[in-house]
């Protein structure tokens, strides 16, 4: 079994696996040069070129898992819901009724996204490392589909869930049932593990994720446990929602930059972490970056960890910091550290 998998499924490795979220992508000269011939969703639709993202910072790099090239939108367009990226997702019209609800279908596992799972096989095809799949959990999607777009504090949400609690849930039904069939599909297909992404539940307040995250995330990775894959959850800024995200069947949580590891393995007891270099370090000096890795690494000590960022890489990292950051964390040596 690789390193990767043995932290995801619980070992306490003898060095941290490492991989960057959003690291198939922007930042990568290789990227940019599909990007300037191809649209977004084309990248996204289309399963070599989405094939080959995925592989670049493979190759590059030499992580120890690759991480599918897509976005958590790419399930959504099936349920009858238009989006651009206008550069974020845009939704030509917003869902905020429960007559707009009802009208969304939950599409079959075979018709939601068939370019992914032969993206996956062609990945699987080539890799040299485990793959990660991934979704959107149905908190988060259902903040954009609500919203309409990107915001600053996503307020129509957030007052949607308090003065339309029903419709709230029944669009969260909808989009667990079409989380569990994508996710599904892409385990099916060969992703060796998935992660969850509820980027904007650290929005709320304890009592709302108990009640609109909670249950759902539940559902979904009890779906998923037939597979034996690892199951990885993150929420960022959430560390207030701890308490509730412990009880959630999955293997991994990835942990954001704002507490260190030390601080919240207590509160994920079980846990594999995940994380949690803040991205702006790799904007840093060299000896920056050696320095707050090597912190991550020692507050990672004492239970299974994978090393990754604290959320996804910015787009003007240079990918030279990304290669220093690899070999540190590959050099380093968790059984000869008190």
């Not at 990227?31 to 969703?41: H, V």
């Not at 690892?230 to 929420?235: D, G, L, N, V």
């Amino acid at each position: 079994m690789s390193l990767f998998l043995r932290a995801a499924h619980g070992h306490n490795t003898p060095r941290a696996p490492i991989w960057i979220m959003r690291q198939a992508g922007r930042y990568l000269s290789e990227y940019r040069a599909l990007k300037e011939k191809y649209t977004f969703w084309e990248l996204c639709r289309t399963p070599e070129l989405a094939a080959e993202i995925t592989l670049q910072p493979v190759r590059r790099f030499g992580v120890d898992a690759a991480i599918l090239f897509q976005d958590i939108m790419t399930p959504l367009p099936p349920m009858g819901l238009e989006i651009d990226f206008a550069p974020g997702p845009v939704f030509k019209a917003p869902v905020r009724s429960a007559e707009a609800v009802a009208d969304l279908r939950v599409p079959e596992q075979d018709e939601i996204a068939p370019f992914v799972a032969e993206a996956i096989r062609l990945i699987r095809a080539e890799s040299p490392v485990p793959l990660i799949g991934f979704g959107g959990a149905p908190l988060t999607l259902a903040t954009y589909i609500v919203q309409g777009g990107g915001s600053k504090d996503y307020d129509e949400f957030r007052q949607f869930l308090r003065y339309a609690p029903g419709t709230a849930h029944a669009l969260l039904e909808k989009l667990t049932e079409l989380s569990i069939r994508y996710l599904k599909m892409q385990l099916g297909a060969g992703a060796q593990a998935v992660q969850v992404f509820d980027s904007w539940a650290g929005l709320h307040d304890a009592r709302l994720y108990r009640e609109f995250a909670k249950p759902y995330n539940t559902r979904i990775f009890e779906a998923l446990a037939e597979f034996g894959a690892p199951r990885m959850y993150i929420a960022v800024e959430a560390l207030h929602l701890y308490g509730e995200i412990k009880d959630l069947p999955c293997e991994v949580v990835s942990v954001d930059w704002r507490a260190p590891l030390s601080q919240v393995r207590p509160l994920l007891p079980g846990k594999t972490l995940q994380g949690n270099l803040d991205p702006a370090v790799l904007l840093a000096p060299e000896a920056v970056v050696r320095a707050e890795a090597e912190r991550v690494l020692r507050e990672g000590l004492g239970g299974p960890h994978i090393f990754n960022l604290g959320h996804g890489i910015m787009r003007q990292t240079d990918p030279g910091r990304v290669a220093q950051l690899i070999s540190v964390v590959q050099a380093f040596d968790r059984t000869g550290v008190a």
